[in-house]
């Protein structure tokens, strides 16, 4: 990606990853962003971690925006994230305006659970549905 010319998406990351940290931080996605990133693909990962509770904050937010594609790591405890769901709200907004492309990836979940939004991911997004809706 970092060595294609051809694209006209102005950002200023070739991939976003939106990962729960305490799921996949020190295996999958460490994994991951080393070999993206030793393949020159500039590669934004939140190394700071969160506080609990806390707002997500604008320079994450302007890295979605920034980003050619996001790759999101749906993991067991991703959906209970307020974080994690905050941003993936940021990145199919950047999908649907700017034309971002969102790559899946399923740890240790069921695919299905997520698409049809049951088990605990249904309860999660019905749960961020209803926190978002008293925010506005």
């Not at 030793?38 to 994450?60: A, K, V």
């Not at 700017?98 to 990836?105: M, T």
């Amino acid at each position: 990606m970092a060595s294609s010319g051809t694209s006209s998406f102005p950002g200023r990351w070739d991939v976003f990853l939106s990962f729960r940290g305490e799921d996949t931080r020190f295996n999958f996605t460490d994994h991951l962003y080393s070999a993206l990133t030793s393949r020159g693909i500039h590669t934004f990962r939140d190394d700071e971690g969160l506080e609990r509770g806390g707002e997500i904050q604008p320079s994450l937010l302007k890295a979605i925006e920034e980003s050619k594609v996001s790759i999101v790591v749906f993991s067991k405890n991703y959906a209970h994230s307020q974080w994690c769901l905050d941003e993936l709200y940021k990145i199919m907004e950047s999908r649907r305006e700017k034309g971002q492309i969102v790559v899946p990836v399923f740890y240790h979940v069921d695919p299905s659970d997520v698409r049809k939004q049951t088990g605990s991911f249904g309860k999660a997004f019905a749960r961020y549905k209803k926190v978002t809706k008293e925010r506005c």
